[in-house]
């Protein structure tokens, strides 16, 4: 049976047998995607619960952190997740709305690139609404003292007074919702990769705002 996780090695490779089913079709590989993402919002364990996201920064130099994905929308192909309106995303994203999303998960040796145009939501329902489903012991860094990336005369934890560790009671936390947004991204482009011993497995799906409009396999 072909090698899923651990280390390649030239022992692995003579011994292993063929990959049962290279040609999983491109339909199942896209439900199983949906549905590993739609498993890492519910599981802070899963390692598509903190993917990379890049945007390109207001000097052009390209931009990447990591973020937790906070809720997956299969039928409208949105990814979210939340941010502190004082940072450098929202600029970047008014100048360049497309952003990309780089998901891997080492067991299986699968790795998801994802970009879309992406939306920032401040004052709205929408951000209202993923504020309420915010715990308040993430609400505690949205009433940080200082902007993220600020420069410091010395180190800070930039947490409120009193809550290092501790979270705030929900009406404190209230406070924090005017340093609160939520960023989505509305997938046009889908790549899925698969390591394995005896053949990897690539494909893309692209849309438009009808739909699908391709599906490919392509070369690893």
């Known amino acids: 049976m072909a090698h899923r996780g651990g280390n390649f090695d030239d022992d692995d490779v003579m011994t292993a047998e063929p990959f049962a089913n290279p040609a999983r079709s491109l339909d ?7 549905d590993q993402l739609a498993r890492a919002v519910l599981d ?7 993917p990379v996201v890049s945007t390109i920064g ?4 390209p931009e990447a952190r990591s973020v937790v994905l906070r809720a997956v929308d299969p039928a409208a192909r949105i990814l979210t997740f939340n941010s502190d309106r004082r940072s450098r995303k929202q600029g970047e994203l008014e ?7 780089t998901f891997y998960e080492r067991r299986d040796r699968v790795q998801l690139r ?10 709205d329902e929408i951000a209202d609404k993923a504020w309420l489903d915010t715990a308040l012991s993430s609400r505690r860094c949205y009433m940080a003292p200082h902007a993220p990336s600020s420069r410091l005369e010395s180190w800070n934890p930039n947490l409120p007074d009193g809550l290092l560790t501790s979270s705030p009671k929900q009406a404190a936390s209230e406070a924090g919702r005017a340093q609160f947004m939520t960023v989505r991204t509305r997938i046009d482009r889908l790549e899925r990769l698969e390591l394995h ?9 692209r849309w438009d705002d009808q739909g699908l ?6 070369a690893p």
Do not use: Y
């Open 28 to 34: 199942e590989q896209l439900t199983e995607t949906w």
């Open 44 to 50: 802070g364990k899963h390692e598509w619960h903190l």
């Open 58 to 61: 207001l000097d052009g130099r």
């Open 95 to 101: 100048a360049n709305e497309f952003m990309a999303w």
């Open 114 to 123: 994802i970009s879309g145009p992406t939306t920032v939501h401040v004052d």
């Open 197 to 205: 011993h005896d053949g990897h497995l690539r494909a893309c799906w």
């Open 213 to 218: 409009i391709d599906r490919s396999w392509m």
